[in-house]
T-cell receptor
Framework: NAGVTQTPKFRVLKTGQSMTLLCAQD?????MYWYRQDPGMGLRLIHY???????AKGEVPDGYNVSRLKKQNFLLGLESAAPSQTSVYFC?????????????FGSGTRLTVV | SQKIEQNSEALNIQEGKTATLTCNYT??????LQWYRQDPGRGPVFLLL?????KEKRKERLKVTFDTTLKQSLFHITASQPADSATYLC???????????FGTGTRLKVLA
């Protein structure tokens, strides 16, 4: 099925540990995004990419890094996890930068940092 | 600062009625406005997009209006069904940017 796949679906980290979240899309979309969703805060953009090899900062980039080595993959890294990074992380992709055809979201990764 | 407001209180309506959800924004001139549906434990699903020069958009039982003077979008679901129960998010993007800003969503519950 065409769409956005996120791995893992759940993860518990200890403070200071590192991890990488993987996002893969098979729709040949140029644009990819990482959001976090917290209660009462809505979806907030962490980083985004406008094409293979490009990345840019979003609204809340601190503590995260990203890479887009292949067009279909967008990786989100946490170098030293903090409890404030406990959240649900969503990856999304779009055909164009304005989202004229909407964003396609993955099913999310629920991350808990203890 | 730029802000999007959606009613944080849940909206309960009877099956068959029209549900109307509101999205208000301030300090923003959106080129596009999107509406999404999100079910518990799932990612948002795109429903409709409306452009700044469009007043209204329809898709099956869904209707979206966009009033740039009032800085408001209304999302209507006609002949609502219990299966329409979900959280509905609005999102805005300004012309020339790639950053959609999302509202916190309104939870809709359609009672049978």
């Amino acid at each position: 099925n065409a769409g956005v796949t996120q791995t893992p679906k759940f993860r518990v980290l200890k403070t200071g540990q590192s991890m990488t979240l993987l996002c893969a899309q098979d729709m040949n979309h140029e644009y990819m995004y990482w959001y976090r969703q917290d209660p009462g805060m809505g979806l907030r953009l962490i980083h985004y990419s406008v094409g293979e090899g490009t990345t840019a900062k979003g609204e809340v980039p601190d503590g995260y890094n990203v890479s887009r080595l292949k067009k279909q993959n967008f990786l989100l890294g946490l170098e030293s996890a903090a409890p404030s990074q406990t959240s649900v992380y969503f990856c999304a992709s779009s055909y164009d930068g304005q989202g004229a055809y909407g964003y396609t979201f993955g099913s999310g990764t629920r991350l808990t940092v203890v | 600062s730029q802000k999007i407001e959606q009613n944080s209180e849940a909206l309960n309506i009877q099956e068959g009625k029209t549900a109307t959800l509101t999205c208000n924004y301030t300090n923003y001139s959106p080129a596009y406005l999107q509406w999404y549906r999100q079910d518990p434990g799932r990612g948002p699903v795109f429903l409709l997009l409306i452009r700044e020069n469009e007043k209204e958009k329809r898709k099956e039982r869904l209707k979206v209006t966009f009033d740039t003077t009032l800085k408001q979008s209304l999302f209507h679901i006609t002949a609502s069904q219990p299966a329409d129960s979900a959280t509905y998010l609005c999102a805005l993007v300004a012309s020339g940017t790639y950053k959609y800003i999302f509202g916190t969503g309104t939870r809709l519950k359609v009672l049978a």
